[in-house]
């Protein structure tokens, strides 16, 4: 695709259940970023994969969440039971390789009921 | 100290004058400094990169780097109502993921 591709777009779960977000990233990008954002507040940090290095996990926050990179293209972020303080949109970013331009999906809405 | 500082605003100017926006980080090891816009509601939107010391035109934008200082601006000249966003600075630092600052929200009135 010409961008980078995320869903679902909107994701309403119930408390204690898991959620995978998907992030399809530009063509030939190699450097894939996510991010949280929760309402009002700034770009939290949370994991980033470039090429075939293993990824800087430091920005999870707890052990409830992981991601991977499968085949160098498409990653899933996965949050295990899932808690109300998860509820923010997930977006995902990606570059060409690290140090330039990253762009960014239209983001996953989660909400956790 | 956080990794990448910004002026939360809110920064209001009239339409048509110059909107300038600050960041400083605190790696000097970083290499890469981008400029977003996020408008309500929708995802952060690439206006501006600069990777050197110095300033960088395009349009009305003008990217200003000064590594020394670890201080990276925005200006906005011609500033339009269309422009009134929140602003994100963000730094790469090499070998590793890319921070944002908290933002700041600008607005100009008509």
């Known amino acids: 695709g010409a961008g980078v591709s995320q869903s679902p777009s909107n994701k309403v779960t119930e408390k204690g259940k898991d959620v995978e977000l998907r992030c399809d990233p530009i063509s030939g990008h190699t450097a894939l970023y996510w991010y949280r954002q929760s309402l009002g507040q700034g770009l939290e940090f949370l994991i980033y994969f470039q090429g075939n290095s293993a990824p800087d996990k430091s920005g999870l926050p707890s052990d409830r969440f992981s991601a991977e990179r499968t085949g160098g293209s498409v990653s899933t972020l996965t949050i295990q039971r899932t808690q109300q303080e998860d509820s923010a949109v997930y977006l995902c970013a990606s570059s060409l390789v690290t140090n330039t331009e990253a762009f960014f999906g239209q983001g996953t809405r989660l909400t956790v009921v | 100290q956080k990794e990448v500082e910004q002026n939360s605003g809110p920064l209001s100017v009239p339409e048509g004058a110059i909107a300038s926006l600050n960041c400083t980080y605190s790696?000097?090891?970083?290499?890469?400094f981008f400029w977003y816009r996020q408008y309500s509601g929708k995802s952060p939107e690439l206006i501006m990169s600069?990777?050197?010391?110095g300033d960088k035109e395009d349009g009305r934008f003008t990217a200003q780097l000064n590594k020394a200082s670890q201080y990276v601006s925005l200006l906005i000249r011609d500033s339009q109502p269309s422009d009134s966003a929140t602003y994100l600075c963000?730094?790469?630092?090499?070998?590793?993921?890319?921070?944002f600052g908290a933002g700041t929200r600008l607005t100009v009135k008509p």
């Open positions: 963000a730094v790469s630092r090499g070998a590793h993921d890319m921070r």
């Open positions: 600069i990777y050197s010391n």
């Open positions: 790696d000097r090891g970083s290499q890469s």
